[in-house]
T-cell receptor
């Protein structure tokens, strides 16, 4: 099956700085890559996703890039704010039904 | 619109006891999922149901059974609970399939097996 690795496991940044989280995947057939944010004690929620026919996607302060050749994708958060503090999960899927998640990155934004 | 609901929110079991976790969605979604979340392990898929009447194993199905009761409801059963099943369980739903659409998660069930 698919194997998704996520780094780093923890990340601390000063408010206003950028944060980057990276994921690699093993199955070259995977073609859908969502990112979920989970605040403490809450449920995961989708923040952005990208499909394999696109190299980059932006939504305000959040962007995701995909390198199919290298089989890695990254989440970029610019101008970080304290409310960005959460655990972020990447995932990969080739069927749209079976999703493989990374192990998560705990992001702390220091005011 | 309640979205995805789960019951119970918390449960403590003794080893060997059985229980069923309930999940329901009111978004007319085709696909439903059960995940477990353990510290440092991320979310791991236990079972999923791509459509009413079908269920398939995910990454970690051993020790669990599921029932897709109808389009709205998808239950997860532990027949003989073990301490290794202590976890937070999330149900999710999506339109599913080739649409690759967003998964909506329930609030979770925190299960402790003693």
């Amino acid at each position: 099956g698919e194997n998704v690795e996520q780094h780093p496991s923890t990340l601390s940044v000063q408010e206003g700085d950028s944060a980057v989280i990276k994921c690699t995947y093993s199955d070259s057939a995977s073609n859908y890559f969502p990112w979920y944010k989970q605040e403490l004690g809450k449920r995961p929620q989708l923040i952005i996703d990208i499909r394999s026919n696109v190299g980059e996607k932006k939504d305000q302060r959040i962007a995701v890039t995909l390198n199919k050749t290298a089989k890695h994708f990254s989440l970029h958060i610019t101008e970080t704010q304290p409310e960005d503090s959460a655990v972020y999960f990447c995932a990969a899927s080739k069927t749209g039904n079976q999703f493989y998640f990374g192990t998560g990155t705990s992001l702390t934004v220091i005011p | 619109n309640a979205g995805v609901t789960q019951t119970p929110k918390f449960q403590v079991l003794k080893t060997g006891q059985s229980m069923t976790l309930q999940c329901a969605q009111d978004m007319n979604h085709n696909s439903m999922y059960w995940y477990r979340q353990d510290p440092g392990m991320g979310l791991r898929l236990i079972y999923y149901s791509a459509s009413e009447g079908t269920t398939d194993k995910g990454e970690v199905p051993n020790g669990y059974n599921v029932s897709r009761l109808n389009k709205r409801e998808f239950s997860l059963r532990l027949e003989s609970a073990a301490p290794s099943q202590t976890s937070v369980y999330f149900c999710a739903s999506s339109k599913g399939g080739l649409a690759y659409t967003e998964q909506f998660f329930g609030p979770g069930t925190r299960l402790t097996v003693l």
